[in-house]
C-alpha cells in the first residue's frame, strides 16, 4: 500500500497562517462593529442586529443594490459574449499570436486608479477627446458629469474597455486546448461553422467560461476604485454603486456600525450569487 507524504503541507502552512491572519482579524473586527455602536473614546454599547435590519430596510441601500445588480449584469452581458467573439477571431497560430496577446492583455496591467482618470480627462465634455468629438463633431449632446445616462454608459465602457481582455485570454485558452482531430472530424462530416462552435468549441471552454463568470462577477460586484475616480456617484446618485455608498458611510459619516453590517451583507451576497453561477454552470458536470 502507497503512502502519502504529509510533509509538503509544512511548507504550505505559513502561507495559510498570513492568509487566515490577514482575512480572520478584520472580518472579526468587522463582525464586532456590526453589532455595536461606539461613540468615541473606543467606548462600545451591544446594538446586536440592530444595524443590520436598518441596512436592509433602508430605502438607500436597496437603491445602490439595485445599481450594482444593474452593473454587473450589463457587464456579464457584454463582456462575456463579446470576449468568446474576440478569442474566436484570434489566430491560433504564426507570427500575429503573441502580439495580439500582449496587446489583450495590456489594458489590465493598467492600475485602476490611472484607467478612472484616464477615461475621466478623455470623456470631459470640453477638455475631453472622446467629449470633444460627441459634442462638437458628432453632435450629441453627451456630458457624463450632467447626465446620468451618460454616466453610465461611460462607466461601463470603461470597464468593458478594461476587463474584456480577461474574458479573451480565458476563452483563448481553452480554444488552443482543443485538439485538431476534433476540427479534422468536423470537417470531415462537414459541419457548419456555428456546429463546430455549438458542439465542440463551446463545450471545450465551459470550464474556462465559469472561471470568468465568476471572476468577473465577483470583481465588477465588487468594483469600486474607477467609477468612483470617474465619477464620484454622480452626477446625483446615479452611479453611486453599493461598494461607493459603503465607503461614504464608512468613512464620509463615520458611522462604523452601519457601514459594519451593510460590508457584511455586501460579503454574504456576493458569496451567495457566485455560489448559485457555480451551481448552475457545472449542474451538468455533477450530473
Same mark, same amino acid.
Given at each position: 500500500?502507497?503512502?502519502?507524504?504529509?510533509?509538503?503541507?509544512?511548507?504550505?502552512?505559513?502561507?495559510?497562517?498570513?492568509?487566515?491572519?490577514?482575512?480572520?482579524?478584520?472580518?472579526?473586527? +468587522? @463582525?464586532? =462593529?456590526?453589532?455595536?455602536?461606539?461613540?468615541?473614546?473606543?467606548?462600545?454599547?451591544?446594538?446586536?442586529?440592530?444595524?443590520?435590519?436598518?441596512? *436592509?430596510?433602508? #430605502?438607500?441601500?436597496?437603491?445602490?443594490?439595485?445599481?450594482?445588480?444593474?452593473? $454587473?449584469?450589463?457587464?456579464?452581458?457584454?463582456?462575456?459574449?463579446?470576449?468568446?467573439? @474576440? /478569442?474566436?477571431?484570434?489566430?491560433?497560430?504564426?507570427?500575429? +499570436?503573441?502580439?495580439?496577446?500582449? *496587446?489583450?492583455?495590456?489594458? &489590465?496591467?493598467?492600475?485602476?486608479? @490611472?484607467?478612472?482618470?484616464?477615461?475621466?480627462?478623455?470623456?470631459?465634455?470640453?477638455?475631453?477627446?472622446?467629449? =470633444?468629438?460627441?459634442? #462638437?463633431?458628432?453632435?450629441?449632446? =453627451?456630458? &457624463?458629469?450632467?447626465?446620468?445616462?451618460?454616466?453610465?454608459?461611460?462607466?461601463?465602457?470603461? #470597464? +468593458?474597455?478594461?476587463? $474584456?481582455? *480577461?474574458? @479573451?485570454?480565458?476563452? %483563448?485558452?481553452?480554444?488552443?486546448?482543443?485538439?485538431?482531430? %476534433? %476540427?479534422?472530424?468536423?470537417?470531415?462530416?462537414?459541419?457548419s461553422p456555428w456546429s463546430v462552435f455549438r458542439y465542440i468549441q463551446l463545450p471545450k471552454m465551459k470550464t474556462v467560461l465559469t472561471i470568468a463568470v465568476l471572476l468577473r462577477f465577483m470583481d465588477?460586484?465588487?468594483? %469600486?476604485?474607477?467609477?468612483?475616480?470617474?465619477?464620484?456617484?454622480?452626477?446625483?446618485?446615479?452611479?453611486?454603486?453599493?461598494?461607493?455608498?459603503?465607503?461614504?458611510?464608512?468613512?464620509?459619516?463615520?458611522?462604523?456600525?452601519?457601514?459594519?453590517?451593510?460590508?457584511?451583507?455586501?460579503?454574504?451576497?456576493? *458569496?451567495?450569487?457566485?455560489?448559485?453561477? =457555480?451551481?448552475? &454552470?457545472?449542474?451538468?458536470? /455533477?450530473?
Open positions: 500500500m502507497r503512502t502519502e507524504n504529509q510533509k509538503a503541507w509544512f511548507f504550505v502552512l505559513p502561507v495559510l497562517a498570513l492568509v487566515a491572519f490577514n482575512a480572520l482579524v478584520p472580518m472579526m473586527t +468587522v @463582525v464586532n =462593529y456590526s453589532v455595536q455602536e461606539t461613540f468615541g473614546n473606543n467606548q462600545f454599547f451591544w446594538e446586536g442586529l440592530g444595524w443590520f435590519e436598518q441596512i *436592509l430596510r433602508s #430605502d438607500r441601500f436597496q437603491a445602490a443594490l439595485g445599481r450594482q445588480f444593474l452593473f $454587473t449584469t450589463l457587464i456579464l452581458m457584454i463582456e462575456v459574449p463579446l470576449g468568446i467573439i @474576440v /478569442a474566436l477571431s484570434m489566430p491560433r497560430k504564426g507570427f500575429w +499570436v503573441p502580439v495580439c496577446l500582449v *496587446l489583450m492583455a495590456l489594458p &489590465m496591467l493598467i492600475p485602476w486608479n @490611472v484607467v478612472g482618470s484616464m477615461w475621466n480627462i478623455f470623456t470631459l465634455p470640453k477638455i475631453g477627446l472622446l467629449g =470633444y468629438f460627441l459634442n #462638437d463633431v458628432l453632435g450629441i449632446n =453627451y456630458d &457624463m458629469t450632467q447626465q446620468p445616462l451618460s454616466a453610465w454608459i461611460t462607466i461601463v465602457v470603461m #470597464d +468593458v474597455w478594461h476587463w $474584456t481582455s *480577461l474574458v @479573451v485570454l480565458l476563452c %483563448y485558452a481553452g480554444l488552443v486546448s482543443i485538439p485538431d482531430a %476534433y %476540427y479534422q472530424a468536423a470537417k470531415i462530416d462537414g459541419a465588477s460586484f465588487n468594483i %469600486y476604485t474607477e467609477p468612483f475616480v470617474l465619477t464620484g456617484g454622480g452626477p446625483g446618485n446615479s452611479t453611486t454603486l453599493l461598494s461607493i455608498d459603503l465607503m461614504k458611510i464608512a468613512l464620509g459619516q463615520f458611522d462604523l456600525g452601519p457601514a459594519a453590517a451593510m460590508s457584511l451583507i455586501y460579503f454574504a451576497i456576493t *458569496l451567495l450569487v457566485s455560489w448559485v453561477f =457555480y451551481t448552475l &454552470m457545472t449542474k451538468d458536470d /455533477a450530473q
